[in-house]
């Protein structure tokens, strides 16, 4: 025990879950890069997997390896509350066995940290079935990014709700069931403030990376030259807003007009 415990120590494999990885587009390629670039500098082997409709030059460019049938953003199909609950269950079954699917062909080693990042309740679900067949050998850390905000809702809707209930039973029941090993974060303070309502260990925030992956993310039809090169912006003195992001209500678009009047 005391020579499997001090070779998971000294493990320098790192695993990073991204489901929702398909192509350039969002925010899953380049932040999976940040993460990964700031890792391999501390010497960590990173292997990263991702959706199984990753393109075949992002699979041969980067040897990310394509694993998953649903990604974070595969939502169940709105037919009907109690159709969507049976979906979001059949895709946590089939999420968990491609877990386990991968670390028995592609994640031979001991891992010293999985990472899985933008997670939806499906995937929570998943990582649970796989976890009751399965141990890990490293931490499992797991980035929650938004919240249905947990602190507006009752302590009996947190509980016994379908929907409501996932995040704080399948947050808690990994953490319970990994002792220790099992850790939450979150991308701002707001999000943790609310998660620390439903779960009951330490949450840790990480910011979102600003890196060389934001600000020359690979784009198809312009060179990753930098922002002023591939939007043609002159040099200037002036305050230069960007936006990073789809244009939609929940990113915070519509904020940018009111925004730009008070500078």
Known sequence: ??????????????????????????????????????????????????NRNLSGDLVRNTGYHPVFSFGAYDYPLGVSKLRDLQYLYAQSVIYSYELDHAFRHLVKDEQALIFCHTVNDFELIGWHRFLSR???SGKLVVLMRYTPRFQSCGWLKRKIHPYWRIRPHYLNSLHSRMKGNFVLVTDSEPL?????????AP???????????????ERQDFPSDGVCARYRLEPTDRIRLGYVGDAREAKGFPLLPGLVQQI
Do not use: W
């Open 134 to 136: 399965r141990r890990l």
């Open 192 to 200: 943790t403030e609310d998660y620390a309502t439903i779960f009951s």
């Open 203 to 217: 949450i840790i925030t990480l910011p979102i990376p600003i890196s060389e992956y934001i600000l020359s993310a």
């Open 1 to 50: 025990l005391r020579q499997k415990r001090s070779c998971i120590t000294m493990s320098k494999n790192v695993l990073i879950v991204d489901s929702g990885l398909k192509n350039l587009g969002g925010h899953n390629f380049s932040y999976t890069r940040a993460v990964q670039s700031a890792l391999e500098q501390k010497g960590f082997a990173v292997t990263v997997l991702a």
